[in-house]
């Protein structure tokens, strides 16, 4: 099987009331354990690449990691482009064998946004690539994106029709409560989605595929784990996976998941070298970061986005 396009998974998503997990790859481990997780619970899987990962690993080294476990599994798999910044930028990916990318212009002036993402589609759907585009501004900190709380917005939901109608996009990302990083929310401040917004984008554009980017629940466990272990992690907070469920089971059909893998590879690194301060083979330590990886994305796709035996 070949590395497919993300319109049929999210579709039959949309129909299934479920959502597709995309996880975010930066090296062997992680992709390995992303996709043996999925592989064993017959999953769709979205593998996306941000430009810090492409950047780190190399565009060539990591598209052929992701190539060389698409050709050891039956599921479905999509490479995505996850953040966008230019057209360039969505063409290069595109070019280079990426089946779905992402155009980010929520920071953009309305129009502008419309104009590029457009720009994007056309392009994109030439190679029969598909195309997430965004509204709304969402917060925080991870990789390239850096969005202080004050420039944040939700998404208006009086605009999405005329975005979805004039962009053609294939999946919409929104801004409803979530915030990128480890670092979510203000102490004391209690976390949850404005599912009342959902539901008003749901209703505008019936049968639109809806993104939720910075969706990870900053699991505490892992979080107490790294602490545990020498590490300073304070005041980190995520969404909870009740309220991911919910909205997985309306108009979600895509939910992004980058810093519970970080904080799972980190936790268990940590605890590994804490408890064997003599080792020091990378095989060892990152064996174990791997099958960390590997029990957080069963835990995701069984429990969060319920896409569990649908491949």
Known sequence: MSLVNTKKMLEMAYKGNYAIGAFNVNNMEIIQGVVQAAEELSSPLILQASMGARKYAGETYLKKLVEAAEAQCSIPIALHLD??????ICKNCIDSGFTSVMIDGSSLEYEKNIELTAKVVSYAHKYSVTVEGELGSLSGVEDNVKIPQEKSFYTDPNQVQKFAKQTKVDSLA?????????????????????????????????????????????????????NDCGGKIENAKGIPEEELRKAAQMAVCKINVDSDLRLAMTASIRKYFKFNPEKFDPRGYLAEARKQIKNIVKHKIQNVMGCAFKA
């Open 174 to 226: 929104v801004a409803i409560g979530t915030s990128h990083g480890a670092y979510k929310f203000k102490h004391g401040q209690n976390p949850r989605l404005r599912l009342d917004i959902l539901k008003e984008i749901q209703a505008k554009v019936p049968g639109l595929p809806i993104v939720l980017h910075g969706a990870s629940s900053v699991i505490p466990e892992l979080v107490d784990q790294i």
């Open 83 to 88: 953040h966008g910044e230019s057209f360039e």
